[in-house]
């Protein structure tokens, strides 16, 4: 059943306080009920930003390598319907200043018919493949899975046919609360197979990797040198803002698009 206004305002309103309620899920018990509601099932995946991947010498020998946006493509070119929310809930409900609220989700899959009328609406695949060039040219990052949380707060059915496509910013994400959620709930959201990032000599200790760049506070600064740590999603934030250019995508699966879009086919059905 299509979750009413007012349900909606109640999360928005909520939704500042989430890092607390994300440390909840450390306590065994608690844990283990938010990730039977809310995260069951799930997995989602942060795509690289296309703009960094020349930076990796491999890549620029090859050039049939196909870029990470083609996981988007592909999907909405295969989904029978596609839906665009209005704002995004994450941005409105911390007031975001530095990126448009109104650049919100894309959701495709049949399940998508069950979303109240007046959180969004249903577009063309046209107007979808728009859509994700906006939020990419605004210096979002996608990310793209299967996300039980969808599914409940917007109360539709059935969740193997909803894909979610986030737009996310590192200020406002819902996924900000990885350093601190069980990590049985952060695993859930991973890189692209194959893809990490690397520190080079370059590095200064600038420290202007720390600003606000990383979604998962993955950085740090140890001797005068960033640090990237396991938690990395493999977005890329930190290669395009370094003024040094000392952090350097790699990619040792050159099959990555493939195998994330084979990876996502198997667990949420667009058609």
């Known amino acids: 059943m299509a979750r009413p206004l007012w349900f ?36 989602i995946v942060y795509l690289t930003q296309d703009k960094i991947i020349s930076i990796n010498k491999e890549v620029e020998k090859d050039s049939d390598m196909v870029l990470p946006s083609k996981v988007l493509e592909y999907f909405i070119n295969k989904a029978k319907y596609h839906w665009i929310m209005n704002v995004c809930i994450c941005r409105k409900s911390m007031q975001c200043k530095d990126y448009p609220i109104n650049l919100g989700c894309l959701f495709l899959g049949e399940a998508v018919l069950g979303i109240n009328p007046q959180l969004g609406r249903l577009v063309s695949k046209e107007e979808a493949l728009d859509h994700i060039k906006k939020c990419r040219e605004a210096g979002l990052v996608h990310m793209i899975g299967r996300n039980r949380l969808d599914k409940q707060w917007l109360g539709v059915s059935p969740g193997l046919k909803l894909l979610s496509i986030c737009n996310c910013d590192p200020c406002c994400c819902l996924w900000r609360i990885a350093p601190v959620v069980a990590d049985k709930i952060g695993s859930k959201v991973h890189k692209m197979p194959g893809v990490s990032l690397m520190v080079t000599d370059k590095c200064i200790g600038c420290g202007t990797c720390l600003k606000g760049v990383c979604f998962v506070d993955a950085i740090y600064i140890i001797d005068n040198r ?14 395009d803002i370094c ?4 952090i350097e995508l790699v990619i040792e699966d050159k099959e990555f698009v493939e195998k994330t879009i084979k990876h996502i086919d198997k667990i949420v059905d667009v058609t």
């Open 8 to 43: 909606v305002n109640i999360l928005e309103k909520t939704f500042p306080n989430i890092k607390l309620i994300a440390k909840l899920t450390r306590v065994p018990i608690v844990g283990k009920f938010f990730d039977f509601l809310l995260f069951k099932g799930d997995d």
């Open 226 to 239: 960033a640090i990237i740590s396991e938690e990395c999603r493999g977005c890329g934030r930190c290669v």
């Open 243 to 246: 003024p040094q250019n000392a």
